[in-house]
């Protein structure tokens, strides 16, 4: 399941993830892209909610496609990792289920997670970021971003569990995010959560979110680790 990027105010399926997904589905998976809803028109809690329920929908969709409901993993870039770790979180918490209003079924078993957001208190503190604070009143919805009922619920890294499925970590040192990947290979290392990662320099001058543009070789190398680590 893959779940596109775009700062939760922007991005669709169906851009260059429509060429990304037929690159995994080269690869022998079956790859479901997904929308949610945007921000400002809704909430973080509204966008978890609509990530979830997509990711429930291979239930039911294997009813009618070869699909193996043990087997589905995510695959995240940007927004859409923070949004593809977080929904898995609430698979361990119910205080996370009780405020995205959702009920996991899927047990989602590897996630890739490239150039993603996954602690908003560091976010804010030490990511240089285009409109940031703009971003952040947009999904939360209010100029106190701290004080939202939300904000102590999106921090991927305060709520990881013992049990978290392997991650493969993706990221370049080119990418403003890169130190939100740092932070989050700490965490799971303290947790001792299984992860792999896939960590370029400078010297390769790799943009954000690069595995999705297929026109890189690392972009093929990212390719082939979510084969080795997931096929």
């Known amino acids: 399941v893959h779940v596109h990027g775009g700062g939760w105010v922007y991005g669709h ?3 260059v993830y429509r060429i990304y997904g037929a690159a995994l589905a080269k690869l022998g998976f079956a790859v479901m892209t997904i929308n949610y809803r945007l921000a400002p ?9 609509d990530v ?3 990711i429930d929908a291979v239930l039911k969709l294997s009813d009618t496609y070869p699909l ?11 927004a859409g990792a923070h949004l593809s770790a977080l929904a898995t979180s609430c698979r ?15 047990h989602v078993q590897g996630l890739v997670l490239s150039c993603g957001v ?3 208190n560091h976010f804010i503190k ?11 009143h947009a999904i939360f919805q209010t100029k106190n971003i701290e004080e939202s009922t939300l904000f102590n619920y999106a921090h991927v890294t305060d709520w990881l569990h013992k049990d978290f499925p392997r991650i493969l970590l993706v990221s370049t040192e080119m990418d403003a995010l890169h130190p939100q990947t740092l932070h989050l290979e700490k965490k799971l290392l303290e947790m001792n959560i299984s992860y792999t990662s896939l960590i370029y320099t400078k010297k390769q001058k790799l943009p954000h979110v690069f ?8 972009s093929q190398q990212v390719l082939e680790a979510i084969r080795d680590m997931f096929g």
Do not use: E
């Open 126 to 136: 030490h990511i240089p970021f285009p409109r940031k604070y703009d971003t952040l």
């Open 211 to 218: 595995n999705t543009k297929l026109v890189f070789k690392q």
């Open 118 to 120: 996954y602690d908003f």
């Open 52 to 54: 979830s329920s997509a």
């Open 68 to 78: 193996d409901i043990h087997r589905v993993y995510l695959v995240g870039d940007s």
């Open 92 to 106: 361990f918490y119910p205080q996370l289920q009780d405020v995205y209003d959702v009920q996991p079924k899927i």
């Open 41 to 49: 028109n809704v909430t973080l809690k509204d966008i978890v909610y």
């Open 13 to 15: 399926k169906d851009f």
